[in-house]
């Protein structure tokens, strides 16, 4: 198991090289000195251009692209991401505020769209061909037809503005203090961003166990007399699962996509929400230095659904 | 017979009324082809194709439609309700709205149609050659595709963006490098599992060139998930567009596009007090998405062999 | 015909239909056999006449879109005649005799068996559902149970997962599942097609033993002759729906009266009758079950068809005791066999 593990993060490597690599040429060459990437750029002005000569010697800055690059990787593992070029913030910092922010919302919605959407795909496959199945259709493929954001506006307008039940937008209300204060702000954006991917487990969801339903070892466990609710549930469901637990890591880069414009529509204060601001004001090193978490996230998220399933399916555990 | 018959249920009915056509000699052969009669079988999608094309249609001809300019702007009929003038009414420069949203219409759909069917091409070009023959070119468009496909898309797209600048063509550039990974993995996958039918191995013996059974002979038999999939990307792509627009960095503000209408949907008030200027756009968009998704659904039905009952 | 003292299951004008795609197929179309109590009774045919599905059928198990239109399945328990036709498919009596009464094991055990639980769970769960036994009774039964079939070491192979297991042993495994209860009746669907023929000899040597020592009597569907020659007592010959022919395997198989009966013979090799023996395949392909003929349905791939065969089904003509056969020209060609 470990091996297993061990392996897959091995595999990685390469590719998160590959990456931070492109990143790098991305960043080298935009317009900007790198100097300004690497020093807080209110000191630049303030130094001596003796100084600052020595400075650009030391980091390397008059040396091959690849020697650059290797000090480059080095600084960011050890957490030096460089400075935004608005307002001269050092890009960790940024990270570190609003990072939690992002997960509080991506996880909540993960973990919705799963159960739920695995819940109502299982009932659309057993109640298949009743109208219960076709309305749970339909529903679904409105959940992927209707954009999240304009969803988002419906449901500000409606519960936010007329019934007043939620606040419109924001993580935090003003005197708020312990956790539960904070769920009123976290009910509408996490349910707003998981419905896309609920209508798209759900849809999955059925369809696999549609799939485990039809295989022969249903027919054997009914040979044996068990009750249907069993066949169902730990025959059935039990072996739909697999796909769908492997789907989460290909569900990732679209929840952290929608993660951006769901931040944007609540104006919560996250990582997507501050990749659009950096965008619109060609802020190069900080929408470099997102992408590249985004894309390493990802990675990572992807070994970690590998193990899920090395648990849940003994096949790949054991090694066919 | 024994008098302790179970209960006959709605399935047993259908039964019964099968028996009853064969034994009365109503059974037909079946004329058209399996694909059609299996797609028109599908009432939903039917009626999205019918709502695609209503759409498709009244966005081309929106001249004869609208009497208004998109563009033109009328200070002195600002934010005005719907009317008999002004069928959605007006936004805050006093344009027509409903003008806007047909002639949106074009761009959204040329976008999302057309990035869909780009990166299909390259996808299939490459995936279908390399995924018969192998080799570096093979490996290379594997590891290219790969790491396009593990930025998340909006992501990697407003990364392009900000490199490359906002225009309607770099738009469609950048959603058809965006794009084309996933077609090209669909179309290689199909390959590999065709590859090894025997009939391929029956060409290969004959002499034909690689490229010929690539494309001439392998190609027709994964047409069925391609189309599929290029109907799901134009939904996809329809649907980042209008994103995008709305956050104002997908198409200029200058060109009209269903997401850039949405753009003033930011503002709270505008958003409580004016729901003519974003709330039918939106629908307008979900309608149309919701109609690709329903035909996409209906062909992957009529092509899937393994489809039962 | 003996009383049914020592009759296990009756099967009297069974029809069971399929029907997909809005067509009916007629699958089994007026099937009659017993299966006596301690014996094994043979069905024999090719592909697609209808011997699985009268097999599912004895055991409920057709799939959504198909249900026995008409006839009679009696299971004689010891409690009396229970009608089996007549049990909602997945209601509780059905399931009562399912797995305790009547078992059944199938043609591929790597796809029959659950590939994400234990043999050990699988075999323990059968348990749990017919007998009072507890959990840790239930796993020593289960290692007894591989055991006795003649798997190695089944403390160990009882905590692992199919794939672990090679193809004969998995059929074992199968096998002992499906005994765990000690069943009056086992049916075997094909129980060695997808094995090497070496595993198959094993495999029904395990189950000569069974019969033997349990008293099992068992129901064994093949399509191959040599396999009906070992093993049956009885046996009875499918085509398209119909059983053409029936009997002891004595009388079956050495005076076969039905065309397609000694067709089938004919196409078997024997080892060691050399290379230049005769072997006749069956020309033709069998029709189309949605769109079956007339009158018999192997009328236009036999040698001795004549008019009346393409018009009118034969009916089932009793030649001697247990032997009976469904051809209109059965006399001439039992007269010109014998000679």
Known sequence: MLTYIFRRILILVPMALVITFLVYLGLDLTPGDAVSQMIPPDQIGNMDPAKLEALRESLGLGKPFIVRYWIWLVGVLHGQFGYSLSGGVSISQVFAERVPATLELAVTALVISTIVGSILGTISALTRGTRTDHVLTVVGMLGVSIPEFFFGLVAILIFGLKLGWLPVGGRLTPGAESFWDQVPNLVMPSLVLSIMMTAGVMRYARSSMLDALSRDFIRTARSKGIPEWRINLLHGFRVALTPVVVLIGFRLPLLMGSNVIIEQVFQWPGIGNEFIAAVRSQDYPLVMMIALFSVLTVLVASVIVDVLTAVIDPRVRLGE | ?309 | ?339
């Open chain 3, 1 to 339: 015909m003996t009383g049914t003292g020592d009759l296990a299951l009756t099967v009297k004008g069974l029809k069971t239909f399929m029907y997909t795609n809005n067509r009916c197929n007629r699958a089994v179309n007026g099937v009659s056999f017993e299966i006596h109590k301690g014996k094994t009774l043979c069905i024999v045919g090719e592909s697609g006449c209808g011997k699985s599905v009268t097999a599912s059928s004895i055991m409920q198990l057709l799939p959504r879109l198909s249900r026995i239109e008409e006839g009679e399945i009696v299971y004689h328990a010891e409690k009396g005649d229970i009608r089996i036709d007549t049990l909602e498919r997945n209601g509780s009596r059905m399931r009562a005799i399912r797995g305790e009464e009547i078992a059944m094991i199938f043609q591929d055990p790597m796809t029959a068996l659950n590939p994400v639980y234990t043999i050990g769970f699988q075999i323990m769960e059968i348990l749990m559902y017919h007998t009072p036994l507890g959990r840790l009774t239930r796993r020593t039964k289960a290692i007894d149970l591989l055991r006795s079939m003649g798997i190695p070491l089944p403390e160990r192979r009882v905590r692992e997962y199919p794939h672990q297991y090679s193809g004969g042993m998995r059929q074992r495994a199968m096998i002992a599942m499906a005994m765990a209860c000690n069943p009056k009746i086992l049916i075997a669907d094909e129980p060695t097609t997808a094995l090497d023929v070496t595993i198959q000899a094993q495999i029904f040597d395990l189950m000569t033993t069974l019969k033997r020592e349990h008293g099992t009597a068992i129901m064994l569907i093949t399509h191959d002759m040599g396999v009906v020659a070992e093993l049956a007592d009885d046996v009875a010959v499918m085509y398209m729906g119909n059983i053409v022919e029936a009997g002891s395997v004595d009388d079956v198989l050495r005076a076969p009266a039905h065309p397609y009966t000694r067709a089938l013979l004919e196409s078997i090799p024997v080892l060691g009758r050399g290379k230049n023996q005769d072997i006749h395949a069956i020309p033709g392909q069998t029709p189309n079950p949605y769109d079956r003929p007339g009158g018999c349905q192997f009328a236009d791939r036999c040698r001795f068809c004549i008019d009346i065969c393409k018009t009118e089904m034969p009916e089932e003509i009793v030649i001697s005791g247990d032997h009976r056969v469904m051809c209109w020209r059965h006399e001439e060609l039992g007269r010109d066999a014998a000679e």
């Open chain 2, 1 to 309: 017979m024994s008098p302790q018959r179970l209960p006959r249920t709605a399935l047993d009915r259908d039964f019964d009324r099968i028996l009853e056509r064969e034994r009365t000699g109503k059974i037909k052969a079946q004329s058209q082809s399996r694909f059609w009669s299996k797609f028109v079988s599908n009432r939903l999608a039917v009626i999205g194709l019918t709502i695609f094309v209503v759409i498709v249609l009244m966005s081309v001809f929106a001249p004869l439609l609208s009497p208004y300019d998109p563009q033109k702007i009328d200070l002195r009929a600002m934010m005005l309700t719907p009317s008999a003038e002004h069928w959605f009414g007006t936004d805050r420069t006093g344009r027509d709205v409903f003008a806007r949203v047909l002639y949106g219409g074009r761009i959204s759909i040329l976008v999302g149609l057309g990035s869909a069917v780009l990166s299909a091409m390259i996808g299939v070009a490459i995936g279908v050659y390399s995924g018969y023959v192998g080799g570096w070119l093979d490996a290379i468009a594997m590891r290219v595709s790969e790491i396009f496909m593990s930025f998340p898309q909006i992501i990697l797209v407003l990364l392009l963006v900000t490199i490359l600048g906002q225009s309607l063509g770099n738009l469609i550039l950048i959603f058809t490098l965006t794009g084309w990974g996933g077609i090209y993995r669909m179309a290689r996958a199909r390959m590999l599992s065709i590859r090894e039918e025997e009939y391929v191995q029956a060409l290969r013996s004959f002499g034909l060139g690689r490229a010929l059974i690539a494309y001439k002979h392998m190609l027709p038999n994964a047409l069925g998930p391609i189309m599929v999939n290029i109907t799901l990307s134009t939904a996809a792509f329809i649907l980042q567009e209008a994103g995008l627009s709305f956050l104002g960095l997908g198409v200029p503000m200058s060109t009209p596009t269903w997401g850039n209408i949405l753009n003033v949907a930011q503002d709270l008030r505008v958003l409580e007090n004016n729901w003519w200027i974003w709330l039918p756009v939106g629908s307008v968009i979900s309608l149309f998405v919701l109609s690709v998704n329903f035909i996409g659904d209906g062909l992957r039905d009529a092509t899937d062999p393994s489809q039962q009952g």
